[in-house]
């Protein structure tokens, strides 16, 4: 759905600790260039917090959904509490108004398919707000793998998602408040395919829900990627003692590895030289004692290279583009509910190891 020519009025639905950043980052797009974005207002469930965002942002603050979208609005981004991201986005949805709705898209694949429903029956943009997508090491991978021309086919992915309980989003488990971040790059690189199979243990220890999990995903891979198996292995716990984001992911062509926290990341592939790997291999059969042979010198490495871009101001950047152009958006309502899906796929495959008792506990 496209708009007129004229500026796209914005407004942020849930303004704590993540909806904030949406009310700035259309604040200051307004603030730069009022021809093609203005900031129509903030609504939040405290009166307080939408009154202090608002009076930051020289806007108004509105009491409802329906005060905001009948102010006149074309895009929000709706960063409420998970459990609430249907019956927050469902009017604007039915009222053709785009929406960037904060991950995941819903509490359920069942809510998630509703939102994505309402969506297509309105032609109303609807995307999700997977930030990790716009992080600067994600974008240098892409742009290297694009440059390139030569993309990496996984057979094997890493992750490693850990940091300290914080108390925030502990009406959820690990699983849908961390995980569901590896879970949508994952699944991108996988074309959006769903696993085949999922192996899942967790535990609960503050909250009612997994507060740490790991997962083993698997797909069986199609003739057109080269057949065979890829196998994911992702932890992601509240319960450690630092904060670790790191992703690494291998494939007969090459290997990647990328450091979220620190935005470093690293590119290593075989080089075209195959006569020489070919030497080597037969070397190896022979027997031949290559101790002294440096093994950087048969392949290629390449530190990527990083960008100072914001990740959400990238990500509201996109949103807007896909609103004006009509065009599908980065992280779309499919893609949303995919991710929504694998993930209580891993809660299920939680519990089923749990056994009867503990997984009754469990959330």
């Known amino acids: 759905m496209t708009t007129p020519n004229r500026p796209l009025r914005c407004g942020a639905v849930g303004v704590g600790r993540m909806g904030r950043h949406h009310a700035r980052v259309y604040a200051q797009m307004a603030a730069a260039n009022p021809q093609a974005v203005q900031m129509v207002g903030v609504v939040d469930a405290n009166p307080e917090t939408a009154a202090r965002i608002a009076e930051q942002h020289n806007t108004r603050a509105f009491a409802s959904e329906a005060e905001l979208i009948a102010a006149g609005v074309d895009a929000v981004s709706i960063a409420v509490p998970t459990t609430y991201h249907l019956k927050s986005a ?3 949805l039915k009222a053709g108004i ?3 709705i904060e991950k995941p898209l819903a509490a359920s694949a069942a ?9 297509e029956q309105s032609g109303a943009c609807l995307m999700v707000g997977h930030i ?6 994600m974008r240098a991978m892409q742009k290297a793998t694009e440059e390139s021309g030569e993309a990496i086919t996984p057979r094997f992915i890493e992750v490693h998602r850990v940091s300290p309980m914080t108390f925030r989003s502990i009406d959820i488990g690990v699983v849908m408040d961390m995980m569901i971040h590896d879970l949508d790059v994952v699944l991108m690189l996988m074309d959006s395919r769903e696993p085949d199979e999922i192996q899942a243990s967790g535990v609960a220890v503050v909250s009612e829900f ?16 080269g057949g065979g198996q ?6 992601a716990s509240r319960l450690a003692l630092k904060t670790e984001r790191v992703t690494r992911i291998t494939g007969e062509s090459g290997y990647i590895k990328i450091d979220y926290a620190a935005k470093t990341g690293v590119m290593i592939r075989r080089t075209a030289n195959e006569l020489q790997m070919r030497e080597v291999r037969e070397q190896l059969r022979a027997g031949t004692d290559l101790t002294d042979l440096n093994w950087t010198e048969l392949v290629n490495i390449e530190p990527l290279e990083i960008d100072q871009g914001e990740p959400i ?7 807007l583009d896909a609103v004006r152009t009509g ?3 980065a992280i779309d309502a499919t893609a949303g509910f995919v991710n929504v899906r694998t993930a209580e796929r891993i809660v299920e495959a939680i519990k089923h190891s749990l056994g009867a008792t503990a997984s009754a506990a469990l959330g």
């Open 90 to 92: 469902e009017p604007f």
């Open 98 to 100: 785009a929406c960037l």
């Open 111 to 119: 809510e998630a398919d509703k939102l994505k429903t309402l969506a």
């Open 132 to 137: 990790e997508r716009f992080n600067p090491i």
């Open 210 to 225: 997994e507060d740490l999990c790991n997962a083993r995903l698997l797909w069986n891979l199609p003739e057109s990627a």
């Open 230 to 235: 890829c196998v994911a292995n992702i932890t």
């Open 313 to 319: 101001v990238k990500e509201i950047e996109a949103f």
């Open 327 to 329: 065009n599908r958006p």
